[in-house]
């Protein structure tokens, strides 16, 4: 699913439905269904058996299924909102605890526990409302299921022994017919909470779909696509805009116009404003959301022309904030590259990212790193995050401030490693420090959402004055809104 899924969707819901509901479908899959087809069964053949043995009787047996079908009827519609209800609340209350358990340093941090707790307790309480609710359908259906036949056996019971007292009917026949209807009594009392466990199920069903039936990321064949002329090899933006697809209608796109080449080989330093689209243009490189307008080509070969897997296998990426898997810290790093990659690349990798530090760990390359790699600090989970990007050695790189959590004297010697990748890489670096835009041959500056202006670091400096006044280290007092 593309990433515009994932900006809508909250994880708690996902997680929900990916356990709490496939496990109420497996469980009905398992019991309830098999239950239904028997009983369901039972109560057919056993109807039959009635009328055949005394069809007056059969049909004072019978005489309350009309008001059961119809109260089953109305007892479905009004059950299955309610378990959508409480399956919903239970998605959202597994986003407070995720969130609560991945932002523990920040709650802990500020004293929030209290109001995380009430929060919890809140949505809890109200999950259990509902499911009050529930208990109370369920218990009002039931009561029906099991009164009506109830009365309807002693009715037959009573009728029956008026024919049996006036000769008309056999006191063995009245007996077989009692028995019949007797073992029919769990079979329809089981279908109170056998409908409820199916309306649970139905829900879920419902629910699981809702995400299944996305729209995936249509996988473009890589056939009939062949490199354009020489002038537009390396990485090219041509004319490209971008809108988020939650934008509102009439909004300014955030990207509008784009036009940029990166030449093989070269390295470009991507400048702008806090909010001016940088790290979204570079976004658009691996197809992670997917143009408004416009095209974007590698070596002349539009990238909507290469599956996902060949476009990714060409393009690495590093964003900002880096995510680490709870794996060793080798295969964390290994996962920038496909399955060729060794031992030696990994040592490559890590030296290039100045991230010799994981040797000093326990078990080395094969230490485990916690949940998010909170058990590292900022700089070293961003120096694995950047030696993910470059183990694979791909043919372009795309960095999104890489060096932000870095020391001065960490970021000199990754720059300096960093220099040697640079040189056989067509790369976009996004840049907010000097230093950082110091490692490219040219400096793109984005503003508006366009490209304002192109040119070297000295070149801008001297002739553009708001890329002079980004560089300054003084603070725009007015940055825009988008992403």
Same mark, same amino acid.
């Given at each position: 699913?593309?990433?515009?899924? =994932?900006?809508?969707?909250?994880?708690?819901?996902?997680? /929900?439905?990916?356990?709490?509901?496939?496990?109420?479908?497996?469980?009905?899959?398992?019991?309830?269904?098999? $239950?239904?087809?028997?009983?369901?069964?039972? @109560?057919?053949?056993?109807?039959?058996?009635?009328?055949?043995?005394?069809?007056?009787?059969?049909?004072?047996?019978?005489?309350?299924?009309?008001?059961?079908?119809?109260?089953?009827?109305?007892?479905? &519609?009004?059950?299955?909102?309610?378990?959508?209800?409480?399956?919903?609340? #239970?998605?959202?209350?597994?986003?407070?605890? %995720?969130?609560?358990?991945?932002?523990?340093? @920040?709650? &802990?941090?500020? *004293?929030?526990?209290?109001?995380?707790?009430?929060? $919890?307790?809140?949505? /809890?309480?109200?999950?259990? *409302?509902?499911?009050?609710? &529930?208990?109370?359908?369920?218990?009002?259906?039931?009561?029906?299921?099991?009164?009506?036949?109830?009365?309807? @056996? *002693?009715?037959?019971?009573?009728?029956?022994?008026?024919?049996?007292?006036?000769?008309?009917?056999?006191?063995?026949?009245?007996?077989?017919?009692?028995?019949?209807?007797?073992?029919?009594?769990?079979?329809?009392? /089981?279908?109170?909470?056998?409908?409820?466990?199916?309306?649970?199920?139905?829900?879920?069903?419902?629910?699981?779909?809702?995400?299944?039936?996305?729209?995936?990321?249509?996988?473009?064949?890589?056939? +009939?696509?062949?490199?354009?002329?020489?002038?537009?090899?390396?990485?090219?933006?041509?004319?490209?805009? $971008?809108?988020?697809?939650?934008?509102?209608? +009439?909004?300014?796109?955030?990207?509008?116009?784009?036009?940029?080449?990166?030449?093989?080989?070269?390295?470009?330093?991507?400048? *702008?404003?806090?909010?001016?689209?940088?790290?979204?243009?570079?976004?658009?490189?691996?197809?992670?959301? %997917?143009?408004?307008?416009?095209?974007?080509?590698?070596?002349?070969?539009?990238?909507?022309?290469?599956?996902?897997?060949?476009?990714?296998? &060409?393009?690495? #990426?590093?964003?900002?904030?880096?995510?680490?898997?709870?794996?060793?810290?080798?295969?964390?790093?290994?996962?920038?590259?496909?399955?060729?990659?060794?031992?030696?690349?990994?040592?490559?990798?890590?030296?290039?990212?100045?991230?010799?530090?994981?040797?000093?760990?326990?078990?080395?390359?094969?230490?485990?790193?916690? %949940?998010?790699?909170?058990?590292?600090?900022?700089?070293?989970?961003?120096?694995?995050?950047?030696?993910?990007?470059?183990?694979?050695?791909?043919?372009?790189?795309?960095?999104?401030?890489?060096?932000?959590?870095?020391?001065?004297?960490?970021?000199?010697?990754?720059?300096?490693?960093?220099? =040697?990748?640079?040189?056989?890489?067509?790369?976009?670096?996004?840049?907010?420090?000097?230093?950082?835009?110091?490692?490219?041959?040219?400096?793109?500056?984005?503003?508006?959402?366009? @490209?304002?202006?192109? +040119?070297?670091?000295?070149?801008?400096?001297?002739?553009?004055?708001?890329?002079? =006044?980004?560089? /300054?280290?003084?603070?725009?007092?007015? %940055?825009?809104?988008?992403?």
């Amino acid at each position: 699913l593309p990433v515009a899924f =994932h900006d809508r969707w909250a994880s708690g819901q996902l997680l /929900s439905r990916g356990t709490t509901d496939l496990m109420l479908l497996r469980m009905f899959l398992a019991f309830p269904l098999t $239950f239904l087809l028997v009983n369901g069964v039972t @109560i057919v053949v056993g109807v039959v058996i009635m009328l055949l043995q005394d069809w007056t009787l059969g049909l004072v047996v019978l005489g309350p299924a009309v008001p059961v079908m119809v109260t089953c009827v109305i007892f479905e &519609k009004r059950y299955a909102k309610v378990a959508r209800l409480a399956q919903d609340q #239970v998605g959202d209350l597994t986003t407070v605890v %995720e969130e609560s358990v991945l932002g523990i340093r @920040i709650i &802990k941090g500020f *004293g929030r526990h209290r109001s995380q707790a009430r929060a $919890f307790r809140e949505l /809890s309480g109200t999950l259990r *409302g509902t499911e009050l609710r &529930k208990a109370r359908l369920l218990a009002t259906i039931w009561g029906v299921i099991v009164t009506l036949p109830e009365v309807a @056996i *002693g009715a037959a019971l009573v009728v029956g022994v008026v024919q049996v007292a006036d000769g008309g009917l056999s006191a063995g026949t009245l007996v077989a017919f009692l028995s019949t209807a007797l073992a029919l009594r769990w079979p329809v009392e /089981s279908i109170g909470f056998l409908l409820a466990m199916s309306q649970e199920a139905a829900t879920a069903t419902e629910r699981y779909f809702e995400v299944m039936d996305e729209e995936v990321e249509g996988a473009a064949p890589v056939a +009939g696509a062949s490199p354009a002329g020489g002038g537009d090899r390396g990485l090219r933006f041509h004319g490209v805009t $971008f809108r988020y697809p939650d934008a509102p209608p +009439g909004s300014p796109p955030v990207l509008d116009e784009v036009d940029l080449h990166i030449r093989p080989g070269e390295s470009m330093a991507l400048v *702008g404003a806090t909010g001016s689209g940088k790290t979204t243009l570079t976004a658009l490189i691996p197809r992670l959301y %997917e143009l408004t307008s416009g095209r974007i080509t590698l070596d002349g070969v539009d990238i909507t022309t290469l599956s996902r897997q060949a476009l990714r296998a &060409k393009v690495a #990426v590093a964003f900002e904030e880096p995510t680490l898997f709870s794996a060793p810290v080798g295969d964390n790093v290994l996962m920038g590259a496909d399955g060729a990659a060794g031992a030696a690349d990994l040592e490559r990798a890590l030296s290039v990212a100045q991230a010799d530090f994981v040797y000093a760990l326990p078990q080395g390359t094969d230490t485990q790193v916690g %949940e998010q790699g909170l058990s590292l600090s900022g700089g070293q989970r961003q120096r694995l995050a950047l030696a993910r990007a470059v183990v694979g050695q791909p043919e372009f790189l795309v960095l999104d401030d890489p060096l932000s959590a870095l020391d001065v004297h960490t970021e000199a010697a990754v720059e300096a490693a960093l220099r =040697h990748v640079l040189a056989d890489t067509t790369a976009l670096i996004v840049a907010h420090r000097p230093s950082t835009v110091l490692l490219a041959d040219r400096v793109a500056l984005l503003s508006g959402g366009r @490209i304002a202006a192109v +040119g070297t670091h000295h070149e801008l400096l001297r002739t553009n004055a708001e890329y002079a =006044h980004l560089m /300054s280290g003084e603070q725009s007092g007015e %940055e825009e809104g988008a992403r």
